[in-house]
């Protein structure tokens, strides 16, 4: 977790996942696949959650079903965001708590196809 920057409103703060430097047989990948590999990445794990996450927007009454992720969560989330960062390395995004497709039990098991 950072401590470099806290999201506001209902904003949740996601780090995705470093991208492999080489596969399980040991073969070093070259930039164009890390790159495609981070391209199609969906899955990130929940760092915070801003103050009015699954609150209503108009009169601050928590969700009635109850907040979709918590801290620690790994969670699929859009391919593209509107906001992203690095911060030691690791990088970082803004999500709106709506945004939330799921939560990933084996982050492993997920394969991505367009």
Known sequence: M???ITPMGWKILIKRPKVKDKTSGG????????????????TAEVVA???????DRDTG????????C??????????HTQFKMEIAEEEYRFINDDE??????????????T
């Open 27 to 42: 073969i070093i990948l070259i930039d164009s696949v890390k790159e495609a590999e981070s391209y199609m990445s969906i």
């Open 70 to 79: 918590k801290t620690g969560d790994i969670i699929i989330v859009p391919k």
């Open 49 to 55: 959650l801003g103050p009015v996450c699954y609150h």
């Open 61 to 68: 009454a928590p969700w009635e079903s109850g907040a979709w």
């Open 100 to 113: 939330v497709i799921a939560v990933v039990h084996d982050p492993e098991a997920i394969k991505v196809y």
């Open 2 to 4: 950072t401590k470099a």
